[in-house]
């Protein structure tokens, strides 16, 4: 593959194939196996989120806004960000969507539970795989024209957790390619029209915000709380917004 948008077809393609192989075996694994699944993923995407959160000692964010302004601005941006995203009703839309097309995919069947595993296996793969420095850094790498690498990787660890996601939420974390095709493709054309989009230290500050975001899902997994994640997303765009008004304030 050398063409520009490769590395999110990639993507699609293993993430498809990872659900596919989870659904197989998904069903004869018992209630109990697949709560200890879910824990594990739980505990992984703590992993991950923490992983993603220490951006806030990015030098290149430390830099551009000084040494006590990072946290602040992922705090800024995660309370304008989720204020703007429980007006709109962000977590209940996706919610009532999801549940649109499970019921579309299901030919109509009522079943509480189903729809319910649907929703949270779509909601939590489609923000697993699409927030995170692999998923900005690598399409817009794509779009500039300067390989797959990032995406690549990306690529084969999104296939193993699709697997691992789909054996217990079913096909929902199928649907969840269609999301990793939407954002990365928009990221990719965006590379292609505009460039380098974002400077180091807004990536750095809206990685450390979507590793917050990570933390709620992983809570949800782990069955502590049900932190709506989804009306958090807006926190993503506010992010480096703020960090450029910083940048230019200070």
Not at 9 to 31: E, F, K, S
Not at 56 to 83: E, F, H, W
Not at 155 to 175: C, E, K, Q, Y
Not at 180 to 209: M, R, Y
């Amino acid at each position: 593959m050398d063409f520009i948008g490769a590395g999110t077809v990639l993507n699609v393609i293993t993430v498809v194939i990872g659900a596919l192989a989870g659904m197989a075996i998904g069903g004869r694994l018992p209630q109990a196996t697949r709560d200890v699944v879910t824990d594990c993923l739980g505990l992984v995407t703590l992993l991950m989120a923490a992983l993603s959160v220490m951006e806030v000692l990015s030098p290149a964010l430390t830099a551009a806004v000084g040494s006590s302004a990072p946290v602040l601005i992922v705090l800024g941006s995660l309370l304008v960000g989720s204020i703007l995203g429980s007006l709109a009703g962000i977590e209940r839309r996706l919610e009532a969507l999801a549940g649109r097309v499970q019921g579309y995919l299901g030919r109509g069947r009522s079943d509480h539970d189903a729809r319910e595993r649907f929703i949270e296996g779509w909601l939590t793969a489609s923000l697993l795989f699409c927030v995170g420095p692999l998923t900005i850094l690598g399409s817009l790498d794509d779009g500039l024209g300067r390989g797959i690498d990032k995406l690549a990787l990306k690529s084969a660890l999104d296939g193993f957790a699709a697997l691992a996601f789909a054996s217990t939420f079913g096909i929902g974390v199928l649907m969840s390619a269609v999301s990793v095709a939407v954002v990365q493709g928009s990221l990719t054309i965006a590379g292609v029209a505009l460039g380098a989009v974002l400077p180091e230290a807004h990536i750095a500050a809206l990685t450390a915000t979507g590793g917050l975001i990570l933390v709620g899902i992983a809570l949800r997994l782990l069955r502590i709380r049900q932190i709506p994640v989804g009306d958090m997303l807006p926190a993503l765009v506010v992010a480096p917004v703020l960090t450029h008004l910083v940048v230019v304030l200070g």
